[in-house]
Structure formats: C-alpha cells, structure tokens
C-alpha cells in the first residue's frame, strides 16, 4: 500500500492550500474553515513547544467532544509527541493508572470533568494541567486552552513525525486485568484510512457528523481522521443527549456520512422521525460500529431508511481500528463483510491452525493496521501477535464468498457438556421477541453441565413479557441446550461509552441478580 502522508499534519497543510476557505468544522452555530484549523493547530503546537514538549512525550488527553479536542491532538501530533486520548468516563483511578503508566507530566482536561481528576497531582507525576473551558485562576500549573490558542504565535515547529513513527496510544477498556495501551503508528491509521476511502470513496464535497466519543478509536479514525484526508467538513456534536439535536443537525448541517454504534441504529429504526426528514436528508452511507449490530436491527433499519446503505464493520483498537466492513454492492445480513483492503484474515483453531471454510475458530488478522504492540507490556504483545498474526479473541468464520461473521467474543463462549454454545447466536433470537430491547447472554458454571446459558433481558418501556412464554418461542428457534436456564429481567444492562454490553459486570453481580430475583418470588 502506497502512502501519500507521512503524517496528519500534512493532511492539515494541503486541505488548507487547496479548501483555505471552506469549512473544516461545524460547531454549534459557528464553523471553522480549513486555513483557520491550521493556524489552531500550530498555534497549539508551538504552545507545547515552548512548554519543552518533545518528540516522543506522552500527552493525556482528558477532553470532551469539542473543536479543541481536535485541535490538542493535531497540535501534539504535530511536534512528534503522542497523543493519548482519554475515556471521559473513567473515575479518578482508573485515569491516574493511565497517566502513571505512561509518565506523564503534563495533562489536557475538560473543566468540566474536573471532578474526576480532584486529586489527581497527588497521584501522578502530573504539574501541568491545560484546561478546556473556562478557570477562576491562570497560573503555571493551570493553563487556559483559549489563552494558548489566543496567546500563542504559530511559527513553524521542526521534527515532524515519520511514517513508522508512533501517532498514539489508544486504552483498551481493559476487560481482563488492567487497561493495555495500544500503541498505534501513523501507518497504522493510515492504512485504515486509505481501505476505508477506497470502499466508500469519500470526497471533499462529504460531511461527517461526529457525536460518538472523540477518545474512542473508532471516532478517531473514521470520523475525525478519514473526512481530514479527503477535505470533507464535520460536524461536531458535543453530546448524544438529546438525539433529536443530532437528528436536527443531520438534516441542517446536509450530511452525508452518518457514523453510529447499534444502539443509535435500534433507536433511529424505531423513532418517528418527521416525514420530511426521509426526504430531505442528504445521507448516503450510514456507518455501524463498535459493537456487534443485532441481524433484527439491521432488517429494520434497512426497511425504514431505504435510501442509504447502512454498512456493518468490525474491528478492535488494536487494529486501528477497522478489519473488516460490508459492501454496498453485496450485503450479508449476518455479516460484517469483507477484509478491508490491504487486510488479511484467517480463522484458525486453539494451534493456530487455519480452518475450513464456515468452521468457527479465532479471528486473526494481519496487515499494515496491526498495532506495534501494548505500551511498556512486551509479555502481552508476544502473547497477541505472533508472525504478524493479531489474535483478536474473536470468534468468527468465513463463508464461501470471503465474508466474515462474528460469532462471539473467545472468553464469552459457552461450553455445556463439550457443546460450544454461542451466547450471540441466543441474543439475536431474543431480539425478535416483542418488547425485548437488549440481551446478554453469559455462561453460568453449573455441576452437571460444566456451564448454563442466563439471559439479562432489558425491556422496551411499559412493556412486560412472561418468561415461559418466552421460552416457548426461544425453542422453536433454537436447540433445547442453548435455551437459557434463567433469564433476569433488569432495567438498564451495564454499557461502556459506545454502547457496548459489560458481560464482565453481568457476571461479577451475578449472585446478587440471583438473590434478587429470589426475593422477589
């Protein structure tokens, strides 16, 4: 694969050359032409500069959806430091474990997460803190974000990152044990770009919107990092609350590329939406990722949106983070396509051994996409990628056309008296009962069987379902051991930031859903 940067910031200088007075951003009312982002951008830049930021420093990034967010990252990017985006939802802990591990001194927060990082000098290295919004007090350890930007000269910054060069570190959410920091080079991203453009072929005449959560991998590279290399304007959307406003935008701001996670998908499949809006909206290619989207979901939206393609894709930070992504040409219900260009991917058994066609097994995948390895974690990178081969923990298989389907997540699997039993095949029928919202099935360990299949079942609003009935309907679809022994019906299913179910928190309060449920009979 040929590539045309060595880096984002000369993505930055050639959008401003040639679209110097088109938009780059769209931002509540106002917008941000492709000449005035640089002149931010290297503004920024020389601010860390002159705050003895090196190639090579790790830079924390704690900062809610906004222009500046993106203005920080390019900014760092540009003087050859790494750019470590933040979880905003993380406590204060889990963000002091983050900024210890990779030493940091020096962190760009949200002023209104400031309650989350309380204290955080005390337990990192961290003096310097340049805050986003608004402060009482300016001072050497606390530094105003729009002071810089207003401050500041822009002159040129030399050492500019290289290709292999490493662009940032992206936190897994850290499943098992302590998060891992995927450390991501510029190639890395670029290769995504580069097979996602060709699939879609965006242009400079392209809007994305941007209201997922900038620190996430897939908002990075697909709605942050992609309309930057074709010149396309985004429009930043600071909070997914209310929808309606994301909805409005869509329409006002003509978008085109619509960029969502399942359950936005769910929710736009079900809402009423004013007639007008299916008229008039401008989108042609709507976007799903994440997260697994449900087949039940997709046959809906598909009927309700028939004028755009909504494309399921697959992929993991580590892999920066696309591997896979439907066509429009040939959409498999089902699947989430074929390998992105430039990708290859095998299914393979516990020896690593590659399988026949449609036999489930690991995914693995190789390519210019696979992360140069875990931060500071050399045992777990030798672990994860073995001759080039990323083990991504997946299970999945290829059909006979090349396309990929998830099965299920490696440590998900169910296995009932040898039986392997995937608890997303389960959650796909649920999903066709009426009322049923969401579902997650895990394994519980059982005496006779080795594991049982439970069901953690959140319902539509105002609606109830009788568990027999239910059941019922769950065998005529599925063989009598996939059936779930016990299904709870709970109000909310605990998600991460992208509206991904934490199976791991169903079965850490197991026992106490149990005993809940006991009481209550």
Request: proline share 4%.
């Amino acid at each position: 694969m040929k590539y045309k940067y060595n880096n984002f910031y000369e993505m930055i200088e050639e959008n401003a050359k040639k679209f110097k007075n088109k938009p780059a951003y769209f931002i509540d009312n106002k917008k941000v032409t492709w000449s005035e982002f640089k002149k931010l951008v290297d503004t920024f830049a020389r601010a860390m500069h002159l705050m003895d930021v090196k190639k090579g420093d790790k830079i924390p990034i704690l900062v809610n959806n906004s222009l500046e967010f993106i203005i920080a990252m390019q900014g760092i990017q540009k003087i050859g430091a790494v750019a470590v985006p933040i979880n905003t939802f993380l406590k204060e802990e889990e963000i002091a474990f983050i900024l210890n591990d990779i030493e940091a001194t020096m962190l760009v927060a949200s002023k209104k997460l400031e309650n989350n990082i309380k204290n955080i000098r005390k337990k990192t290295n961290v003096k310097k803190i340049i805050w986003e919004g608004d402060i009482d007090k300016v001072d050497e350890e606390n530094i105003s974000f729009s002071e810089i930007i207003s401050t500041f000269d822009s002159h040129e910054v030399i050492d500019t990152p290289k290709l292999d060069d490493l662009a940032s570190i992206i936190y897994t959410s850290g499943t098992t044990g302590k998060p891992k920091g995927a450390m991501l080079t510029y190639k890395n991203i670029f290769s995504n770009i580069l097979g996602v453009n060709e699939i879609i072929n965006i242009t400079n005449k392209d809007r994305f919107i941007a209201y997922l959560p900038m620190f996430h991998s897939f908002t990075m590279t697909v709605n942050l990092l992609l309309p930057m290399y074709s010149g396309s304007a985004v429009v930043i959307i600071k909070s997914i609350m209310p929808f309606s406003n994301i909805i409005k935008q869509t329409l006002l701001k003509k978008v085109t590329i619509f960029t969502g996670v399942p359950d936005v998908y769910s929710a736009l499949s079900k809402a009423k939406l004013p007639f007008y809006f299916h008229w008039f909206n401008k989108v042609r290619f709507y976007v799903s990722g994440a997260a697994a989207l449900p087949a039940e979901v997709l046959k809906r939206f598909q009927k309700k949106f028939k004028r755009a393609k909504l494309l399921e894709g697959y992929g993991l930070s580590e892999t920066s983070p696309v591997v896979a992504v439907n066509r429009a040409e040939l959409q498999k219900p089902g699947s989430v396509g074929l390998p992105l260009p430039g990708v290859e991917i095998k299914i393979v058994n516990d020896n690593l051994e590659e399988v026949s066609v449609g036999e489930a097994g690991e995914i693995i995948v190789k390519g210019d996409n696979v992360m140069k390895g875990y931060y500071k974690r050399e045992d777990a990178t030798s672990q994860t990628i073995i001759n080039g081969w990323l083990l991504t923990g997946d299970i999945g298989k290829i059909d006979e056309d090349g396309y990929l389907y998830i099965l299920d997540r490696k440590k998900d699997l169910i296995i009932s008296k040898g039986v392997n039993i995937y608890p997303r095949e389960i959650e796909e029928i649920c999903l066709k009962y009426k009322g049923i919202k969401e579902c997650a099935v895990i394994g519980m360990k059982d005496e006779n069987a080795g594991e049982i299949p439970i069901a953690f079942i959140e319902l539509e609003d105002n609606v109830k379902v009788n568990e027999l009935e239910l059941k019922k309907f769950l065998k005529q679809h599925l063989a009598n051991y996939k059936i779930p022994k016990y299904i709870y019906f709970i109000e909310d299913l605990p998600k991460n930031a992208t509206g991904k179910v934490l199976k791991r928190k169903l079965r850490k309060n197991l026992e106490k859903y149990i005993n809940k449920t006991k009481n209550n009979l």
